[in-house]
């Protein structure tokens, strides 16, 4: 049973656009979402986080909105830049359980 | 300000052998979450953890795997007669609180031969 779920495994952008990465979950407890970035043989790295009373949270080229009636939120990155090129991840924690559950990730490419 | 340390990062063990994973967790930090990532595959939670009590261990197999968190010194992710299958990135976070973001280490690659 997938509680979150990144549906598209790759994106390709090119350098300067909007790259929008979506993610859907469907868990109605959870109250608190997160994005990492992972380049290859590293560990994740925390990008941006939003709470379920927000809808939107932004940090610098980093934008997350949160659809909480759709069960959806997405990840903008304004503008894309090569080395935005790695795996992000959508994760999610909520009611009793503090566990982060996490999507199966959506590769990025920016092309330059 | 050291972020979460793991050692080793690339760890050799033949079929059989017991294997330690280690943990150091960001100052002022004391909640711990183990993660497994298989080839393709995405994160995978194992085991939620404050110094010295396991809060959550519904994602650790229930047998050959243990983890703690003493009061002092790192977390320890110990599986014993390691076979083929658990070879896998295990990735550890730290968190200051269980609401707080969790930040992860660089991992530990496990290659059982």
């Known amino acids: 049973d997938q509680q979150v779920k990144q549906n598209s495994p790759s994106l390709s952008v090119q350098e300067g656009r909007i790259s929008i990465l979506n993610c859907d979950y469907t868990?109605?407890?959870?109250?608190?979402f997160l994005w990492y970035k992972k380049y290859p043989a590293e560990g994740p790295t925390f990008l941006i986080s939003i709470s379920s009373i927000k809808d939107k949270n932004e940090d610098g080229r980093f934008t997350v909105f949160l659809n909480k009636s759709a069960k959806h939120l997405s990840l903008h990155i304004v503008p894309s830049q090569p080395g935005d090129s790695a795996v992000y991840f959508c994760?999610?924690?909520?009611?009793?359980?503090?566990?982060?559950?996490f999507g199966k990730g959506t590769l990025l490419t920016v092309n330059p | 300000n050291a972020g979460v340390m793991q050692n080793p990062r690339h760890l050799v063990r033949r079929r059989g052998q017991e294997a330690r994973l280690r943990c150091s967790p960001m100052k002022g930090h004391s909640h711990v979450y183990w993660y497994r990532q298989l080839p393709e595959e995405g994160l995978k939670f194992m085991v939620y953890?404050?110094?010295?009590?396991?809060?959550?261990e519904s994602g650790m197999p229930k047998e050959r795997f243990s983890a703690e968190f003493p009061k002092e010194g790192p977390s320890i992710l110990r599986i014993q007669q390691v076979v083929r299958g658990d070879s896998a990135a295990y990735f550890c976070?730290?968190?200051?609180?269980?609401?707080?973001?969790?930040?992860f280490g660089q991992g530990t690659r496990l290659t059982v031969v």
């Open positions: 994760a999610a924690r909520g009611g009793s359980n503090y566990k982060l559950t």
């Open positions: 976070a730290s968190l200051r609180s269980e609401v707080a973001e969790a930040f």
């Open positions: 953890l404050q110094k010295e009590n396991i809060i959550d």
């Open positions: 868990n109605s407890m959870f109250d608190y």
